[in-house]
């Protein structure tokens, strides 16, 4: 009966209290919202038409994008590849070098990117060069995460097979792990390309290469928003091939479907040319280089040397970024849900529904958080209300897609057995496919809100609250690595904790 009791009446009240909490903290609320909903229509105005004469300026800091993506999702592919070893049970069953391996690969992914930008455009000064070993640390992490769990659960009957024959530790790698993970790998590479495009469009906001630069120089020198607009659409191409594109390769790693040779044949160019051409093109200052290296040692000794006074500014600054994330991922859920269904294969929808309706999504999930935020800030003026709308936004698009795969891989035995007996369509929904995705669906919200707890401890960058706001100004305007080193301090720790926490419930709610 407690349990009941905590479940019906404890548990929904304790929630109510947290969005009240939350909502207050990010100056929220739907009156403000809807009252104000015409100053959206009104930036828009102030958009469009795009500045269409900028677009000539913007050639070449795109290929500078491009180029980052490429080389920093190939060199953290191939650094991926031993930290995948170290943090998988299959491979590495030593628990003292398992667990710093894993606690490594943690704290790596708990620091936002952008974050990771300020500090290399302060090690190797402002351009591509500091871009590229930010987006190889972000893929390294995600790649080998992703990887490594798949790695756990590989067939290991090729393992046991080998070490019968008193092979070793590198010899079971090479040919008893790699070929069963490689199709998954290279899936989660592709995956992390994509996601890299979208970062490395917006790296130089805080100076680091490409053409969040432009981005800037339209924001804070130009005061152009047409501008603005043209910068967003030639992002928003980008984006929208790509992702179609690695798609189907994805596709045809994971579950195995064949393409055809011309498919296959253009796409090995494509992915051996961009390469060669990143590595070959991006111009690299050896002397820059020397430099950068002998910075790392001075800034880094700084940076962990925390200023314990900022203490308290930074944590407060950081439960607004929560704050931020939390209502942003909730208002997402809830919008996100009926896309769930509608964009599902497997519903009995007509096809050409099902395609107009994943436009939808796909092509909000296009836009970077940060444009985003810029967007919300001229519609709605500085502050967290336009972080919420901005990670509410994206998430949309994000959660959408995550819900119609969720649903397309359900269990079609309960909607058959209710169909055997005559019931309904409405009937079938409710008890066949209702039961076994709202569990998912809220698990995915939950990986949600860690991915966007991370999004908003830099938002604050633009002006849309959070600590991001500190960590700017502490690396930027009075260079002050010490309270650099509290603030991330705080970033890890609060993101870590929140990992940790939504894991577990998130395995309960999958596994009951």
């Known amino acids: 009966m407690s349990k009941r009791l905590f479940y019906w009446v404890l548990l929904p009240l304790g929630l109510i209290g947290i969005y009240i909490w939350a909502g207050i903290g990010t100056e929220f609320s739907f009156a403000e919202l809807f009252g104000k909903s015409y100053r959206v229509l009104d930036q828009i105005g102030r958009m469009w038409p795009p500045d269409w004469d900028f677009l000539n300026q913007l050639w070449k800091p795109l290929q500078d994008s491009l180029r980052m993506a490429i080389l920093g999702t190939t060199l953290g592919a191939l650094i991926s590849l031993p930290l995948i070893m170290l943090t998988t049970r299959t491979v590495t069953r030593e628990l003292w070098i398992y667990y710093p391996a894993r606690l490594l690969m943690g704290v790596i992914r708990s620091i936002p990117d952008l974050l990771y930008a300020i500090l290399f455009v302060a090690i190797f000064g402002i351009g591509p060069i500091a871009g590229i070993p930010v987006l190889m640390i972000f893929s390294a992490a995600i790649i080998a995460k992703m990887t490594s769990e798949s790695a756990d659960n590989i067939d290991r009957g090729p393992i046991e097979a080998l070490e019968a024959t008193g092979a070793g530790r590198l010899s079971i790698i090479f040919f008893a ?92 160019v494509v992915v051996v040319g961009g390469i060669l051409w990143a590595a070959t093109s991006l111009q690299v200052d050896p002397e820059r280089v020397s430099r950068g290296f002998a910075n790392f040692g001075r800034i880094a000794g700084r940076v962990l040397s925390p200023d314990w006074s900022v203490l308290g500014m930074g944590i407060d600054k950081m439960i607004e970024s929560i704050q931020i994330a939390l209502i942003g991922t909730t208002i997402s859920m809830f919008l996100a849900f009926p896309f769930g269904f509608v964009c599902a294969n497997n519903l009995g929808f007509p096809k050409w529904l099902v395609y107009a309706f994943r436009q939808i999504p796909n092509l909000i999930r296009t836009f970077p958080e940060l444009i985003l935020a810029i967007f919300f800030i001229g519609a709605f003026g500085p502050g967290p209300f336009p972080g919420v709308m901005a990670l509410a936004f994206h998430s949309i698009g994000m959660l959408s897609r995550m819900n119609y795969e969720i649903v397309e891989n359900i269990d079609r035995g309960p909607s058959e057995a209710l169909n055997a007996i005559g019931a309904g369509r409405t009937l079938g929904f409710r008890f066949a496919v209702l039961p076994q995705v709202i569990p998912e669906f809220i698990a995915m919200a939950l990986y949600r809100f860690e991915i966007n707890v991370r999004a908003a401890s830099v938002l604050g960058i633009v002006g849309a609250g959070g600590i991001g706001t500190l960590i700017y100004n502490a690396s930027t305007g009075s260079r002050d690595y010490a309270a650099l080193g509290t603030f991330l301090l705080v970033v890890i720790v609060f993101v870590g904790v929140i990992d940790i926490v939504s894991s577990w419930i998130r395995k309960k709610l999958i596994e009951g």
């Not at 998954?184 to 469009?201: C, D, G, P, Q, W």
């Not at 030639?234 to 091939?241: G, M, P, S, Y």
């Open 177 to 268: 792990v790699i070929p069963q993970i490689l199709p998954i790998f290279l899936s989660y590479a592709l995956y992390v390309l994509e996601l890299n495009i979208r970062v490395a469009t917006i790296l130089g906001f805080v100076g680091a290469g490409g053409i969040g630069d432009s981005l800037r120089i339209a924001l804070e020198f130009l005061f152009s928003y047409p501008a603005i607009m043209t910068i967003s659409i030639v992002i928003l191409a980008i984006v929208f091939v790509i992702d179609y594109v690695s798609g189907r390769f994805r596709q045809s790693l994971v579950e195995g479907k064949d393409l055809q040779w011309w498919w296959k044949a253009g796409f090995g």
